[in-house]
């Protein structure tokens, strides 16, 4: 982080205390933060040293680039270990993902950018700043409410980032609370984010019954876009990809967003339901092949009916009908 950065989050925090909106945090230490901080301070002091000149060849050799697919890879072996019900498994996972945020804050450290300790202070001053109805005077008696100021104030910090001061943000320049969410994502964490967001602050479905009926809505204009020949049976064939025109992927598009919204109105993540959902087609796809091979054959050589006959066979293997 530049030193102009640094002394705008001074000055925005500062600014904030003085408007009574975000206090001092005072928050009792236990002999369990104590012992915590103990450890990270190992960790800190542990990875520096394999940064050093006479540390790890490999460590040395890493940078934030070349580190980029350890962070997802760990993110998502954390999920896997969630998934397995192993909580010390799911500990040393953690502890993966912990030793990535270590890293990248070293080599930022070396490079002069920010240090590990801005990278704790960040966050801390974050939560202390989010959570006004613990630290200050708002109130927030539901999760709804918390999570509506919580976006207002993301807003707000954006519009003061881009202002570069800690000045309070008008209504009329506050920054959009769909800024944050970034371009980068894939499409299906894209649109939950952003739909989430919006949901904070009210602008959401009122039932269920109203999201599956979107997603219904959009199932019909996608049937009425195809052409009459694609709904026929042609033997498994695929509409063609040049029946594939700008307005049938804007409708699939408006489908696949509106399927993201029931999953977010159940309260279930669309991206780890179709990782789940990926896996276990694998896992059945993968037995359906076996099971071709025990007949002396390969699985692309059985009839679409013997295909779909081994289909139903494989969700008996897991108990499903």
């Known amino acids: 982080m530049s030193a102009k950065k640094r002394k705008i989050r001074k000055r925005r925090r500062k600014g904030a205390r003085k408007q009574g909106t975000v206090p001092r945090a005072r928050i009792a230490m ?53 998934d397995s019900g192993d909580r010390r498994k799911l500990a040393g996972e953690l502890g993966d993902l912990l030793l990535q945020v270590v890293f990248h804050g070293i080599l930022a450290e070396e490079a002069g950018e920010f240090s590990i300790t801005d990278v704790i202070e960040s966050v ?56 944050g969410v970034p371009n980068s994502l894939p499409g299906v964490l894209e649109a939950y984010q952003l739909t989430r967001r919006a949901s904070h602050i009210g602008f959401d479905w009122e039932s269920l019954a109203g999201v599956l009926e979107k997603l219904d809505e959009e199932r019909r204009e996608i049937q009425a876009v195809l052409p009459d020949a694609a709904l026929e049976p042609r033997d498994g064939a695929r509409v063609k990809a040049k029946s594939a025109t700008p307005q049938l992927e804007e409708e699939v598009g408006d489908l696949l967003f509106a399927g993201v919204n029931v999953a ?41 009916a013997r295909m779909e006959d081994l289909w139903d066979k494989s969700k008996e293997q897991d108990g499903r009908k």
């Open 30 to 82: 236990t002999a369990r933060d104590r012992a915590a901080g103990n450890w990270f301070a190992k960790l800190v002091a542990l990875q520096a040293r394999l940064r050093a000149p006479n540390g790890c060849p490999w460590d040395r050799e890493q940078t934030h680039d070349s580190l980029r697919k350890f962070l997802i890879e760990e993110a998502y072996e954390v999920l896997d270990a969630m």
């Open 124 to 179: 801390h001053s974050k939560m202390v700043r989010r959570h006004p109805h613990v630290f200050g005077s708002a109130k927030a008696a539901t999760s709804a409410a918390v999570l509506k100021n919580w976006e207002q104030i993301k807003a707000e910090e954006r519009a003061a980032e881009k202002r570069g001061d800690g000045s309070a943000t008008n209504p009329e320049t506050a920054e959009s609370i769909l800024a």
């Open 264 to 304: 977010r109105f159940l309260g279930v993540d669309p991206e780890i339901a179709l990782k789940k959902a990926n896996r276990k087609f694998k896992k059945r796809f993968q037995w359906m092949e076996a099971a071709a091979v025990g007949e002396g054959k390969r699985l692309g050589d059985l009839s679409r």
